[in-house]
């Protein structure tokens, strides 16, 4: 598995995070530890502090020509739970660019995450976790599927499975849903046309071991015709026991309300 301490997006503390749009939406979430995208049932043992420092770049201008500013992410997720059966991490960001910045929003960059739930074992009993992230400081309001207030409340909810298999890898699933009312072109486009608020999480991932204990792959995909709908795929290199860096690509579902493809690199670093 990528990280107890290596793997990202942090969905943390009923805090904030949801800077992930404005005008187009600014793809990027505040993260509990995940896969590439979406959330994992990855949970930071107790007492761990992790940092994630996260960056999306548009590989792509506009349809009207015009180029996205990158999206800076960086913040702590902790361990808060002694059980080794019961685990918990809570956490926050601070989200910067993107479309943010010409919404307005980057002047509301604090975003919070938690996660609970329970380790796979070695018998049939997989892994399971919920938690919310995207938990953002300014309300957002729609009147008649037109947004009159951009918000950062996105406010997404989402429960998941996983088990890990010979040879295989480690397999997830799970189901998600957000806050409709949050910015603009999370649900609903510029013409008030209404998007999806829900949808599947999915993802494989897999140590490559019979290369180099420090490989990771994963590919993971979020579903749902909205703002954080989008299929990633990635790979991950530990540079040392406490620290690894991802490099990834997303595609998004709709690009009318996430924008263009993106480029990530994802920087993960646990203390102790």
């Known amino acids: 598995m990528k990280k107890s301490g290596r793997i990202k997006h942090r969905v943390g503390v009923a805090l ?6 404005g005008l187009t939406a600014t793809i990027a979430s505040a993260t509990p530890s995940t896969q590439i995208w979406i959330p994992s049932t990855d949970i930071q043992p107790y007492k761990t502090v992790h940092l994630n420092i996260d960056s999306y770049i548009r590989t792509k201008a506009n349809s ?9 992410l960086i913040g702590p997720t902790v361990g808060v739970l002694p059980f080794g059966k019961l685990q918990a991490e809570v956490g926050f960001d601070l989200m910067y660019g993107g479309t943010n910045t010409a919404a307005g929003l980057d002047k509301y960059p604090f975003y919070g995450h938690f996660k609970i739930g329970m380790p796979e074992d070695n018998t049939w009993i997989p892994a399971v976790a919920a938690g919310m992230y995207n938990l953002g400081t300014k309300k957002g309001e729609v009147n008649n599927g037109a947004y009159t207030k951009n918000g950062t409340d996105a406010n997404i909810y989402y429960g998941l499975v996983a088990k890990t298999l010979p040879v295989i890898g480690r397999l997830s699933a799970g ?3 957000l806050n409709r009312k949050s910015s603009v072109a999370t649900v609903y486009d510029g013409n008030g046309a209404k998007g999806d608020d829900t949808g599947l999480l999915l993802s494989w991932d897999r140590t490559m071991t019979e290369i180099s204990d420090k490989l990771w792959f994963a590919v993971d995909y979020q579903g ?3 703002a954080y709908g989008a299929t990633s ?3 991950s290199w530990a540079f040392a026991k406490n620290v690894s860096v991802i490099f990834g690509y997303d595609v998004y579902n709709n690009k009318a ?3 263009r493809n993106t480029a990530t690199v994802q920087v993960d670093i646990n203390f102790p």
């Open 257 to 259: 309300r996430a924008g």
């Open 224 to 226: 749902g015709k909205n």
């Open 233 to 235: 795929f990635g790979v």
């Open 64 to 72: 009207n020509g015009a180029n996205d500013p990158p999206m800076y």
């Open 16 to 21: 904030a995070a949801l800077a992930l749009y």
């Open 175 to 177: 189901y998600y849903g």
